[in-house]
């Protein structure tokens, strides 16, 4: 189901709860809303849509991907970058890697790690950011 998208700072800046499979619900939903703002939106976390979970949706070079309980365990190559966000007015500069290894448990709880470059791994970074309550 496409949910609204969140303004609620106060909500955005808290650290996202665990994610657990009586969440699967929750993912679909986030990527119902990331889908129906393809426009305009290649990444979503949960707490954009008003649930304090740790679940981020993609687009991942042209498919969508959800990760529940990202976590960035290897980072490579810092460069500044520039970004906005749906629940937030204009862009603002920040650090980012151009290379990351990500943990995360994929849609049955299973753990994986994936490597990610450029424009995605940046994307993956800023929805973690999300997941932290770091605000850019």
Known sequence: ???????DTDLLARKAEPATDV????????????????????GMAANMIGINKRIIAFDNDGSYMVMFNPEIVKQAEPYEAEEGCLSLTGTRKIKRWKSIK????????QTRFKTFTGWTAQVIQHEIDHCEGIII
């Open 1 to 7: 189901m496409i949910q609204e998208i969140t303004r």
């Open 102 to 109: 990500v943990q995360y448990q994929n849609e049955s709880f």
């Open 23 to 42: 969440d699967l619900a929750v993912a679909q939903d986030l990527l119902d809303t990331l889908v129906a703002h393809k426009d305009g939106c290649v």
